[in-house]
């Protein structure tokens, strides 16, 4: 049995992805699993998530300081802001954080999980660069082909 991979689990309903310290030996602690989006807090009217994340960590403690390593994957299905469609954003996101764990027994990554995520938002939301949005006079979607307004 390989006692330093932790499966996180599929949390659902849980709104922490805790890890307890003491489960953090020498050799460090691998994790890794699918958290809900809704736990994470990430889903908006704007943006939803139609699998859930997918999350692996490297945790290595040092007395009361804990490093994690973390990398995140997920889609995130968001609306263009030219279009109205919809349309999926892949996520890659890494990142390096330092807890302390002071007297408690668990430390929580969902923050740092959900900021990480948050981070690897695009600037602008299109569903493709070119986007040709939609018609002011219509409002028919130029991407599915001219509505005729133009030509008058
Ligand atoms: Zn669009
Ligand atoms: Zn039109």
Do not use: W
Not at 6 to 18: P, S, T, W, Y
Not at 91 to 111: C, E, Q, R, V, W
Not at 120 to 125: A, S
């Amino acid at each position: 049995m390989d006692d330093r991979k932790r499966d996180i689990g599929n949390n659902q309903g849980e709104k922490a992805v805790k890890v307890c310290v003491n489960e953090i030996l020498k050799h460090g602690l691998d994790i890794e699993g699918h958290i809900e989006a809704q736990a994470l807090g990430i889903v908006t009217s704007h943006i939803t998530y139609p699998c859930p994340v997918s999350v692996r960590a490297r945790l290595e403690r040092d007395g009361d300081i804990i490093r994690a390593a973390i990398s995140i994957s997920a889609t995130a299905r968001m609306v263009c802001g030219r279009c109205l469609d919809q349309f999926d954003h892949g996520i890659a996101g890494k990142g390096d954080f330092i807890y302390n764990t002071g007297n408690g027994h668990f430390i929580d990554l969902s923050d740092d999980i959900r900021d990480s995520i948050i981070l690897e938002y695009p600037m602008r939301r299109l569903c493709r660069p070119d986007c040709k949005g939609l018609c002011h006079k219509c409002g028919a979607n130029l991407n599915q082909g001219p509505c005729g307004c133009a030509a008058e």
